[in-house]
Nanobody, 123 residues
Framework: VQLQASGGGLVQSGGSLRLSCEVSGFTLDYYAVGWFRQAPKKEREFLASISANGATTAYADSVKGRFTISRNNGKGTLYLQMNSLKPEDSAVYYC?????????????????WGQGTLVTVSS
């Protein structure tokens, strides 16, 4: 089982980035997926989740209206579109997966994690 996050980089404040997370070793169709981030000296923070069938999503208040989670089960890939980026969005971003058919939730305890991709937003 592997999750490979990509798409991070350096962007100016107000800019956009799209993160991708490609999964292998399991069928994404049966998994809820989520995005988290962790900044230096801070705890890991939930950002967004999407249910296995894509019907429901959940977002942290800090990114609601700016970030959008989506998925393409056929490609085994999930995405995080990030708009209106701020310097405080700088962190390592992680994707995650949990085998469940439940509605999206910020309270899932994920089984699988990607290795992280670094996002830096300059002011």
């Amino acid at each position: 089982v592997q999750l490979q996050a990509s798409g991070g980089g350096l962007v100016q404040s107000g800019g956009s980035l799209r993160l991708s997370c490609e999964v292998s070793g399991f069928t994404l169709d049966y998994y809820a997926v989520g995005w988290f981030r962790q900044a230096p000296k801070k705890e890991r923070e939930f950002l967004a989740s999407i249910s296995a069938n894509g019907a429901t999503t959940a977002y942290a208040d800090s990114v609601k209206g700016r970030f959008t989670i989506s998925r393409n089960n056929g490609k085994g890939t999930l995405y995080l579109q990030m708009n209106s980026l701020k310097p405080e969005d700088s962190a390592v971003y992680y994707c995650s997966a949990l085998q469940t058919g439940a509605a999206a939730s910020p309270f899932f305890h994920y089984d699988y994690w990607g290795q992280g991709t670094l996002v830096t937003v300059s002011s």
